[in-house]
Each structure stands twice: as structure tokens, then as C-alpha cells.
């Protein structure tokens, strides 16, 4: 487990984390996206009493025959209609995808901008949704209206931005045939606008991103305009409307790009109508940052970015960081962090039997030979702090105190005999003088009870352990 969680952190640097959110958009009735077919009123205050209860400063469309239909297309994954529940109104069906449903339009009290449906969560992509009248009574309820859609969709990342259409990321060709007279676009959006009235005028847009939405002007001397996406196929859209002149108005909506660089392109295709461009609304990792245009890793100029840089310099040291940890983990694998324990191992069983927490923690915190006789003769001799011999390196421990063993006399007394002090990692005796000490073994004494009997032995017989 624990190899397979380093292996994903080794890896974590490749995977690309993306992030999303939704984004709901009103289409409005007067939108160029929304289709109507059959018998459709465009209303207003002038029309209607009740016209400035509509969203978007009264704007709506309105029928009273079975045969009109409202038809938008969209990608995303759900919808909603909002319109007026009123005394003249009726039934009304709705079709998502081809599914139809019939629901009441009819209240005694006027309700607006109310959600007369609201489709559930779809899979996020391309979906239909078709409303149309279908009232029963067309004698005294024979009305439908529709006010606007809300469209969400999920797009890739988390940052939206607006550009307007006087950046520098937005190209109009032939330039002479374009108008921005700021003195014309006072309702526009940053109070600024681009305009023509030539047949075959183009406007580009290059940007960064996953989705976008244009908006641009319908009014009575709009016409059909085209859209192509990353030189795709151009799809033609229709911005006349007799009745309104409105800027601000959503003309083109993109969805499901790859989060890179795109080319938006607006066609007029009208003869002697007009088209009007506003601004975009970008959504992407980096919309704020068009320089990106040129490619992921390269800025305008064509040299290496800062992002390129700093990962070429951060990912080697981070492979070595790896390096070193996977070396670490396996050499204290191999190593018992603490040694053994040392001295009499029958004792250390007894004390584990004991029920100590911890026979380390038992070992380390035990008598010290000094108090204990019996531990004192189990205890280990200093033979890894001692060297006599010339020709050996000095052993790591010089110039240290080390304590004395207790031993008995002969006559039985106890007594502390060991070297007196180490120096350079030998003792400062010669070799004519060196240390002994006594050692306690047991033999018959009188009544079989057992005395000690001491003997020297010289510290040249022993092997010292460290070499």
C-alpha cells in the first residue's frame, strides 16, 4: 500500500486537476437563438397594460394559436421557460428532447416572470426543447406568452471574463466599413459597439477558453448574420426585430471547446442590413490572459514563458526529493531502530512476563547494576570502549569517563576495579600496567553455601567486539 501511495505522488504532478462550474444564462425572447414558428405578437407597453411586468424592460412573445411553437436549441443540462400565468391563458405543452408534457397556464391573478417549467438535471450536451400552445378554450383562454430561457451548462474550470469589442483580441474586416462611434453606443454594454452594413463585413475574435457567449444588437435594421467556430461550419442566425432595438442581446452561445486557443468569426450576411457586435463573455482556466493565444507554453514573442521555466527547473529537484525519500524509507526498513536488549535475557523475560507496557521501555528504565548484585554479574563488560592495540584505529568514544564495575575483594568486600579513564582510544597504562578486574564466581563454601572466589583476567584476552 504504502509503495502505491508513493507511486501516486510521484505521478501527481502529471495529472491535470479540472476544475468546472455551472453557468446559467438568460436567452431572452427577443434572443436570435429562439425559433418561432406559426403566429407570434412581439409584445410591449404599448400593447399591454401589464408590459412592464416582463423581464428585460417589457420585452415578450406572445400567441393565441395552437400552431405557434418556440423552439431553442442549446448545450447544457437543463432548462427552464418563465413566462405569465394570466385569467386568458390556457394550456400550454412543452417537449424536451421529443418528450411532451401538457401544463395550465391560466390564473385568475396575473403572476410574471414566473418558472412555468423546469426540466431536471440532463447530461451535459446538445438538447431541444420545444414549447408550443395547445389550449382547449380558445374562445376565452386561447393565450400563451413566453418571457425568456435560463440555460445552464457546466463548463471546464472555474474563471469567466468579459472582453470588450474594442480589445485588442477582436479584428473587423474590411476596417473601413466598421462604425464605432462611441456617441451611437451609449446603451451598450462599456458604453462601446461595433457596427456595418456591408455584406461579407467580418469580425474575429481570438481568445482562450472552454465556452463563450456573443452579444450583439437586434433591431428593425438587423439581419441574418453567420457564426463559424475554429473556421467550422458557419451558422446562420437572424437579428431582425421591428419592434425593439436592443443592444446586450445574446447571439451566440459556444460550449464543450477544448480549453485553448479558439477563433470566433461574425459574419453579416444581410444585403443592406445591419450587424452589431458588443462583447464575449469567456469562460476558461486563463480568460483573463489572452497573451496565452499563441500556444500553452509560449508567449508572443516565442520564448519560453515563466511557467516554462519554473517547471523545468522544479520537476528535476522534485524527482531527486523523491530519489531520497524512497532511499530513506527502505534503509530504515532494513534497520531496527533500537538495539537489542543486553545483559541477562532470562531476566529480561522475567520482567516481560511481568506485564511491563514495554519491554524497551522496561530495559531502559531498569536498576542500575550498582543496586542490584545479581544484575551486576549479568551485566556487560566495557569490552567495546577498550583498545590496547597500537596498531588499530582509536575507538569513537575518546577521552570519556567510564563508570567502574562492582566486584568483591577477597575478603569478600566489594570493591571497583576497571580502567580509570581512555585516551585517544587507548588506555594510558602500558602494557606492564594493565587494568584487571575481579570477577565473582560461585563455589562450595562451608555448608554448601556458595562464596566468592575472585580471579584476575588481563584485558588482552578478550577480542574486543568493535574490531
Wanted: hydrophobic share 35%.
Amino acid at each position: 500500500m504504502s509503495l502505491f501511495v508513493l507511486f501516486l505522488v510521484i505521478l501527481f504532478p502529471f495529472f491535470e486537476l479540472v476544475a468546472s462550474m455551472l453557468v446559467n444564462v438568460q436567452v431572452d425572447d427577443i434572443s436570435p437563438l429562439i425559433t418561432y414558428n406559426g403566429k407570434w405578437t412581439i409584445g410591449s407597453v404599448t400593447d399591454d397594460e401589464f408590459g412592464d411586468h416582463y423581464s428585460n424592460n417589457g420585452t415578450f412573445h406572445v400567441t393565441q394559436t395552437n400552431s405557434g411553437s418556440a423552439t431553442l436549441n442549446f448545450v447544457g443540462n437543463q432548462v427552464t421557460l418563465f413566462g405569465a400565468k394570466r385569467y386568458n391563458h390556457g394550456e400550454f405543452t412543452v417537449a424536451l428532447d421529443g418528450n411532451p408534457v401538457v401544463l395550465d397556464g391560466h390564473s385568475d391573478d396575473p403572476q410574471f416572470q414566473l418558472p412555468l417549467f423546469s426540466s431536471p438535471v440532463l447530461t451535459q450536451g446538445p438538447h431541444t426543447f420545444v414549447v408550443q400552445d395547445s389550449t382547449k378554450d380558445t374562445a376565452s383562454r386561447p393565450y400563451f406568452d413566453v418571457d425568456f430561457f435560463l440555460v445552464q451548462s457546466e463548463v471546464d474550470d472555474n474563471k469567466s471574463v468579459t472582453i470588450q469589442d474594442d480589445a485588442k483580441y477582436w479584428s473587423y474586416a474590411p476596417e473601413e466599413e466598421w462604425t464605432s462611434v462611441l456617441s451611437l453606443f451609449t446603451d451598450w454594454n462599456g458604453k462601446s459597439g461595433h457596427s456595418t452594413r456591408t455584406t461579407g463585413s467580418t469580425a474575429k475574435l481570438s481568445f482562450t477558453g472552454t465556452a463563450i457567449d456573443l452579444y450583439g444588437i437586434v433591431c428593425a435594421q438587423c439581419g441574418n448574420y453567420g457564426i463559424s467556430l475554429d473556421d467550422g461550419e458557419q451558422v446562420q442566425y437572424n437579428a431582425y426585430n421591428p419592434v425593439w432595438n436592443r443592444p446586450q442581446s445574446l447571439i451566440y452561445m459556444g460550449r464543450g471547446l477544448k480549453d485553448g486557443p479558439h477563433t470566433v468569426t461574425i459574419t453579416n450576411l444581410g444585403a443592406g442590413t445591419g450587424l452589431g457586435v458588443d462583447y464575449a463573455v469567456i469562460y476558461g482556466s486563463h480568460p483573463d490572459q489572452p497573451e496565452k493565444l499563441v500556444g500553452p507554453t509560449q508567449s508572443a514573442s516565442g520564448k519560453p514563458t515563466t511557467a516554462v521555466i519554473v517547471a523545468a527547473t522544479v520537476i528535476p529537484v522534485f524527482f531527486i526529493l523523491i530519489a531520497v525519500l524512497v532511499l530513506v524509507v527502505l534503509r530504515r526498513r532494513r534497520i531496527w531502530p533500537f538495539p537489542p536488549p543486553r545483559g541477562d535475557s532470562n531476566n529480561y523475560a522475567r520482567r516481560l512476563k511481568r506485564g511491563s507496557s514495554s519491554a524497551l521501555e522496561d530495559e531502559m528504565h531498569t536498576t542500575s547494576p550498582m543496586d542490584d548484585p545479581e544484575m551486576a554479574l549479568a551485566a556487560p563488560r566495557p569490552l567495546l570502549l577498550v583498545s590496547a592495540v597500537d596498531s588499530k584505529p582509536p575507538l569513537p568514544y575518546e577521552g570519556i569517563f567510564y563508570p567502574l564495575y562492582p566486584a568483591h575483594s577477597e575478603s569478600g568486600g566489594p570493591q571497583m576495579v576497571g580502567p580509570s579513564r581512555l585516551s585517544m582510544g587507548k588506555l594510558d597504562l602500558g602494557p606492564s600496567r594493565l587494568p584487571t578486574y575481579r570477577e565473582a564466581v560461585p563455589s562450595p563454601g562451608a555448608g554448601g553455601s556458595q562464596a566468592p572466589e575472585s580471579f584476575e583476567k588481563s584485558m588482552y584476552n578478550y577480542k574486543l567486539d568493535a574490531y
